[in-house]
């Protein structure tokens, strides 16, 4: 068990140490990618060795921030937008797996021109597998929403062209960014029409009747999680068990611990803001991506929220793999779906 946690610790530090050779991969991925792509990518970062990054007022800090305009960008004209919130143990850069496909989709025709805006919502500017995350919400760690529904969106709006209909705004998020789009983007529904979420924490109470974090998901057999004591539960598991990601690391540092986590994890939970907020069908675009062997067991969160949205008669359009993990190979195998049901949102508008 340690050395496997040894392993994953050293492979996360050398990806993610701050020296010059980091900059020097940084800087060669991005000009890799933009000499393959025709929109380019443009970036506001202190990853390629200077400091470009914007000023959040929010938290008091400059972020990073990756830019994507697409091939024969226009200032004179307007672009839907899509706002990429990366997942757990990742930052802005993770953008870098996709955003090629995005363009490819773009310049073959079948993807109407598109910016696409991925700011970093690390707690502390840089992605660790011991840092707790922000969910991009405002909390003990930081006014991470702010940031995002702010300064972000503030910025992007000014710099760029984009179109002002709440139907050209997406939130695309993975992982933690995929419960996020859908935390944050029912709320600031007035803003943003369309949500995917690609393994979304959408059920961040999820229990079977049991009690049990890891149970299936069983319209008969379903509770709602009501205490958060042991701050060593496991909610992830990776090598068959000898990798464990507690539940402390994600709640205690957003919510503390006992009823104020519970509240806090019910205020900002996307199934009970379906009631809570009394959402309609059609009020949103509405897409789940997710996996039968997710190692955070968020197939069981997915399906809960489909239930209960079926319940309501909200369509959710779905993409699933059976046998896919909680991992970016997954993530890239329903990557084609995905951008596809997106490509059809946004071709909807005038």
Same mark, same amino acid.
């Given at each position: 068990?340690?050395?496997?946690?040894?392993?994953?610790?050293?492979?996360?530090?050398?990806?993610?140490?701050?020296?010059?050779?980091?900059?020097?991969?940084?800087?060669?991925?991005?000009?890799?990618?933009?000499?393959?792509?025709?929109?380019?990518?443009?970036?506001?970062?202190?990853?390629?060795?200077?400091?470009?990054?914007?000023?959040?007022?929010?938290?008091?800090?400059?972020?990073?921030?990756?830019?994507?305009?697409?091939?024969?960008?226009?200032?004179?004209?307007?672009?839907?937008?899509?706002?990429?919130?990366?997942?757990?143990?990742?930052?802005?850069?993770?953008?870098?797996?996709?955003?090629?496909?995005?363009?490819?989709?773009?310049?073959?025709?079948?993807?109407?021109?598109?910016?696409?805006?991925?700011?970093?919502?690390?707690?502390?500017?840089?992605?660790?597998?011991?840092?707790?995350?922000?969910?991009?919400?405002?909390?003990?760690?930081?006014?991470?929403?702010?940031?995002?529904?702010?300064?972000?969106?503030?910025?992007?709006?000014?710099?760029?062209?984009?179109?002002?209909?709440?139907?050209? @705004?997406?939130?695309?998020?993975?992982?933690?960014? !995929?419960?996020? &789009?859908?935390? +944050? =983007?029912?709320?600031? /529904? %007035?803003?943003?029409?369309?949500?995917?979420?690609?393994?979304?924490?959408?059920?961040?109470?999820?229990?079977?009747?049991?009690?049990?974090?890891?149970?299936?998901?069983?319209?008969?057999?379903?509770?709602?999680?009501?205490?958060?004591?042991?701050?060593?539960?496991?909610?992830?598991?990776?090598?068959?068990?000898?990798?464990?990601?507690?539940?402390?690391?994600?709640?205690?540092?957003?919510?503390?611990?006992?009823?104020?986590?519970?509240?806090?994890?019910?205020?900002?939970?996307?199934?009970? @803001?379906?009631?809570?907020?009394?959402?309609?069908? !059609?009020?949103? &675009?509405?897409? +789940? =991506?997710?996996?039968? /062997? %997710?190692?955070?067991?968020?197939?069981?969160?997915?399906?809960?929220?489909?239930?209960?949205?079926?319940?309501?008669?909200?369509?959710?359009?779905?993409?699933?793999?059976?046998?896919?993990?909680?991992?970016?190979?997954?993530?890239?195998?329903?990557?084609?779906?995905?951008?596809?049901?997106?490509?059809?949102?946004?071709?909807?508008?005038?």
């Amino acid at each position: 068990m340690r050395h496997h946690r040894l392993l994953v610790s050293l492979g996360l530090l050398l990806a993610f140490a701050p020296s010059a050779s980091a900059h020097f991969f940084n800087t060669f991925q991005l000009n890799g990618a933009n000499r393959r792509m025709a929109g380019k990518v443009l970036e506001f970062t202190s990853n390629h060795g200077r400091d470009n990054r914007v000023w959040s007022n929010s938290l008091q800090q400059c972020r990073d921030i990756y830019v994507y305009t697409p091939p024969c960008y226009n200032p004179g004209k307007q672009y839907p937008v899509v706002f990429y919130l990366h997942g757990f143990l990742q930052d802005e850069r993770s953008f870098f797996t996709w955003i090629e496909k995005l363009d490819r989709a773009i310049r073959d025709g079948w993807f109407p021109p598109t910016i696409v805006v991925a700011p970093d919502g690390s707690i502390n500017g840089k992605p660790s597998n011991t840092a707790p995350v922000s969910f991009y919400i405002n909390s003990k760690a930081g006014k991470f929403e702010d940031y995002l529904m702010i300064d972000i969106w503030e910025w992007a709006h000014r710099n760029f062209s984009i179109r002002p209909e709440r139907e050209a @705004h997406a939130f695309v998020g993975v992982s933690m960014g !995929g419960g996020a &789009a859908y935390d +944050v =983007g029912i709320r600031h /529904r %007035d803003k943003v029409g369309v949500l995917v979420g690609m393994f979304p924490a959408l059920n961040l109470r999820w229990v079977d009747c049991h009690g049990q974090y890891f149970g299936n998901f069983d319209p008969n057999c379903w509770g709602w999680r009501e205490d958060v004591r042991r701050k060593r539960e496991p909610i992830g598991k990776y090598f068959a068990g000898a990798v464990r990601i507690t539940i402390g690391r994600f709640v205690e540092p957003l919510f503390g611990f006992g009823q104020d986590a519970v509240s806090g994890m019910s205020e900002h939970n996307p199934i009970e @803001h379906l009631t809570r907020e009394n959402i309609q069908n !059609g009020e949103q &675009a509405l897409f +789940v =991506g997710y996996a039968g /062997r %997710d190692e955070f067991n968020l197939d069981a969160q997915a399906e809960s929220f489909l239930y209960v949205a079926r319940q309501r008669g909200i369509k959710v359009t779905t993409a699933y793999a059976p046998w896919g993990h909680h991992n970016t190979p997954t993530a890239l195998r329903l990557l084609p779906e995905t951008l596809c049901w997106l490509a059809g949102e946004f071709r909807k508008l005038p």
